[in-house]
Every structure is written in C-alpha cells, then in structure tokens.
C-alpha cells in the first residue's frame, strides 16, 4: 500500500521561507515522477513542481525563481524548498506519485502566508 506524507508546512509571514517534505513507503521515488500540487477552496489543484526519475525539474510560472523542488533518494523523500513567500501561494500542498492524476495523493500541508 502505497502512503505519502507531507510536512513542513505552517503559518509564515510574506516573504518568508518553507521546506515541505514528502516521505513515501510502498512507491520507490527514484523510478518515479514525482509532484507537488497546491490548492485553494473553490478553485482547481495546480501543479507547482515536478521531477522526472532523471532528476529534471519543471516549476510552475508563478513559482519560477522562488520555489525548487528536489529529492533524496535514500531517504525516499521529495522536498519543496519555497522561498520569497507571497500571500497568493496560501494553500493546501499536496505530494503526487507517480505524477498525474492517477497516482497516489498525500493528506496535505497547509501553507499560510501573512501580508
């Protein structure tokens, strides 16, 4: 059974820094794409960042320059690395693997920026 499990999110103030963590057991991170996706009530979930199993990276538009996303893969673990925090990325962050809509979700983090 495949289980991701995100932390590291919280409550910071515009401008500030956040590292998100995804942990998985059941699904080996190396051979995957692997995703974090954001969402706000009412509104669709939006990929931020991707990772192939070769290690290239792909950053949303609107997170280009202030967010990175990396992994280790001995420790099975995908991070975003989000700094530079404005309030419009307030949201519930949500890990993906394989990436796509058919792979498996996390529970999510909650990210609160403050003005």
């Known amino acids: 059974q495949v289980q991701l499990v995100e932390s590291g999110g919280g409550l910071v103030q515009a401008g500030g820094s956040l590292r998100l963590s995804c942990t998985a057991s059941?699904?080996?991170?190396?051979?995957?794409?692997v995703g974090w996706y954001r969402q706000t009530p009412g509104k669709q979930r939006e990929l931020v960042a991707a990772t192939t199993k070769f290690g290239t990276t792909t950053h949303a538009d609107s997170v280009k320059g202030r967010f990175t996303i990396s992994r280790d893969n001995a420790k099975n673990t995908v991070f975003l690395q989000m700094n530079s925090l404005k309030p419009e990325d307030t949201a519930v962050y949500y890990c993906?693997?394989?990436?796509?809509?058919?792979?498996?979700w996390g529970q999510g983090t909650q990210v609160t920026v403050s003005s």
């Open positions: 059941g699904i080996i991170f190396s051979i995957n794409a």
């Open positions: 993906n693997a394989p990436l796509g809509a058919n792979g498996n």
